[in-house]
């Protein structure tokens, strides 16, 4: 029972992404400053999209004589190729945050991770291709890579697909400037606190 609503919850999200990115919208910028990360495999999932329509025309044809089934067949590869574009427009749609008190870390519909500013212990500009799952680790790649490397001087909770809470003390992620977020990281974590003022 809890898989099952963990799947509709994601697939929710995956229509939900959909509207936003045909209406040109993000989810929860707010006044917060986003940083992409689709731009590195948005050919990959075009691609992907593309052979599940083409796979869609070929089964149209094989199964011409039999309409039951085509329309079963149909039916699934339809939602299929619905699903794989809401995992682009998911990405697009739920970028990476960045507000004066907490950086906020996505990954398509089902990783959203805010991070609070003062427990990053480090920021590192760190290009890495192989990830290996570790306990306390979360990776979020994108085409298997990741740019930016966040230690966290504290653990900070995190709930997987399926509900499971890890404490995560180092995540890595992918940023299409890893550069800029990198630097705007550092520049947010040093801000100074604002002045209380002179007493009343």
Same mark, same amino acid.
């Given at each position: 029972?809890?898989?099952?609503?963990?799947?509709?919850?994601?697939?929710?999200?995956?229509?939900?992404?959909?509207?936003?990115?045909?209406? +040109?919208?993000?989810?929860?910028?707010? @006044?917060?400053?986003?940083?992409?990360?689709?731009?590195?495999?948005?050919?990959?999932?075009?691609?992907?999209?593309?052979?599940?329509?083409?796979?869609?025309?070929?089964?149209?044809?094989?199964?011409?004589?039999?309409?039951?089934?085509?329309?079963?067949?149909?039916? #699934? @590869?339809?939602?299929?190729?619905?699903?794989?574009?809401?995992?682009?427009?998911?990405?697009? /749609?739920?970028?990476?945050?960045? @507000?004066?008190?907490?950086?906020?870390?996505?990954?398509?519909?089902?990783?959203?991770?805010?991070?609070?500013?003062?427990?990053?212990?480090?920021?590192?500009?760190?290009?890495?291709?192989?990830?290996?799952?570790?306990?306390?680790?979360?990776?979020?790649?994108?085409?298997?890579?990741? @740019?930016?490397?966040?230690?966290?001087?504290?653990?900070?909770?995190?709930?997987?697909?399926?509900?499971?809470?890890?404490?995560?003390?180092?995540?890595? #992620?992918?940023?299409?400037?890893?550069?800029? #977020?990198?630097?705007?990281? /550092?520049?947010?974590?040093?801000?100074?606190?604002?002045?209380?003022? +002179?007493?009343?």
């Amino acid at each position: 029972m809890r898989i099952a609503r963990a799947l509709v919850r994601h697939e929710l999200r995956l229509f939900a992404s959909l509207s936003l990115w045909v209406t +040109r919208r993000t989810h929860g910028t707010g @006044d917060g400053r986003p940083f992409g990360y689709a731009r590195g495999q948005g050919a990959m999932m075009w691609g992907f999209a593309f052979v599940c329509v083409v796979e869609t025309a070929g089964m149209a044809v094989l199964l011409r004589g039999w309409p039951a089934v085509h329309a079963v067949v149909l039916v #699934l @590869d339809v939602y299929t190729v619905l699903m794989v574009v809401g995992m682009h427009a998911a990405c697009v /749609t739920r970028p990476h945050i960045l @507000d004066s008190t907490h950086v906020r870390v996505r990954n398509r519909a089902h990783v959203d991770l805010r991070i609070p500013l003062a427990d990053i212990a480090a920021v590192r500009r760190e290009l890495r291709t192989t990830h290996e799952r570790a306990e306390g680790e979360l990776n979020l790649a994108v085409g298997a890579q990741t @740019d930016v490397t966040l230690e966290l001087a504290a653990p900070v909770p995190h709930f997987t697909f399926l509900g499971r809470e890890r404490h995560i003390r180092l995540v890595r #992620l992918h940023a299409d400037d890893p550069d800029e #977020l990198a630097r705007a990281l /550092t520049r947010a974590r040093t801000v100074p606190s604002p002045s209380p003022g +002179r007493p009343g």
